[in-house]
């Protein structure tokens, strides 16, 4: 219980001090493509300005949301049509009422929206448009979105979106460049591993993730496939260590992945990586034979 605790805090006490912190940050990525966020939190969304009105992508909670709305409107009146939810977790979902009341279609896809239905809460307002299937479009004018539902990995209905003709990724939750995974908050790693594969696939040049405490800095392709890598070393390495006699319950403290030293939370979260692997590794969601294969990709 104090190891929870601990880590709870570590996780969220540091959100409510700088929640204190007014500096928000508008970055234009491309033409009429903008992120939205605070570096000092760490949340970020984006949203698409077309000739036809404007495309909202994640609201995370009522404060973010109508700080949003504040930048939105000082680069365009065009009205707000879409606010598009990635996934069902609370402190995503949040806050889409502020862009209902501007008249927008709330979009998430169905297994999100159930999840929602059966948990609610008092900032989150239910979407009123549904979506299925592993993949839709939304075109708004000049612009067209692409909707990647992608299958088990984190959360329920996770939704990659990508704006095929700017080459533009939003992902949420599944990357985090430069710092460890926080594997414990409902990840499925092998499933997660699969869908960073496919993401790899995808045609895109930027990407701007959900979380990150950089100010300017917009990701890409790499940061995909170094989240991908790490899980991959990471089994590979827990494999080595047990071939070498080191116990179950040593793991977590003995094992080491200096190429990744330098990433945020490394050595704060890294043995939480290394419980949850081992756990995943040992009821057989992430089998012990499936030795990764190497991807070409660069």
């Known amino acids: 219980m104090k190891l929870l605790f601990t ?20 970055i234009k990525i491309a033409d009429d493509v903008y992120r939205y966020g605070n570096p000092n939190i760490g949340y970020f969304s984006m949203f ?9 992508i994640e609201p995370m909670n009522t404060a973010h949301s109508k700080a949003m709305l504040k930048s939105i409107r000082k680069i365009s009146k065009q009205p707000i049509r879409y606010l598009l939810h990635s996934h069902n977790h609370w402190d995503h979902s ?3 009422k502020i862009f209902l009341k501007e008249g927008a279609k709330i979009v998430a896809h169905k297994k999100a929206f159930q999840w929602m239905k059966n948990n609610p809460h008092s900032d989150l307002t239910l979407p009123n448009q549904i979506w299925t299937g592993e ?12 909707l990647h539902y992608l299958g088990m990995n984190h959360g329920l209905g996770m939704t990659a979106f990508l704006l095929p003709k700017e080459k533009i990724l939003y992902l949420a939750d599944l990357v985090t460049p430069n ?35 950089s ?16 899980f991959e070393d990471l089994k590979m390495q827990i494999i080595s260590e047990f071939q070498k006699g080191t116990s179950f319950y040593a793991m977590p403290t003995t094992l080491k992945l200096e190429k990744y030293k330098h990433w945020d939370f490394y050595k704060e979260w890294l043995a939480i990586n290394t419980w949850t692997m081992m756990f995943q590794m040992e009821m057989g969601s992430f089998p012990w034979h499936e030795v990764p294969e190497k ?4």
């Open 295 to 298: 991807n070409s990709i660069k």
């Open 7 to 26: 880590l709870l805090f570590t996780l969220f006490i540091p959100l409510s001090m700088f929640a204190e912190k007014k500096e928000d940050f508008t």
């Open 135 to 146: 993949k839709t479009k939304i075109s708004l004018g000049n612009k067209t979105i692409e």
């Open 48 to 56: 698409i300005v077309s000739n036809k009105g404007i495309i909202v």
């Open 215 to 230: 100010k300017n800095s917009i990701g890409n392709k790499r940061d995909v496939i170094q989240t991908r890598e790490f």
């Open 179 to 213: 710092r460890m995974p926080f594997v414990i908050a409902d990840f499925n790693i092998k499933e997660t591993v699969n869908t960073l594969r496919k993401i790899e696939t995808m045609d895109f040049t930027q990407a701007v993730f959900s979380h990150s405490h």
């Open 94 to 96: 949040k806050g889409a």
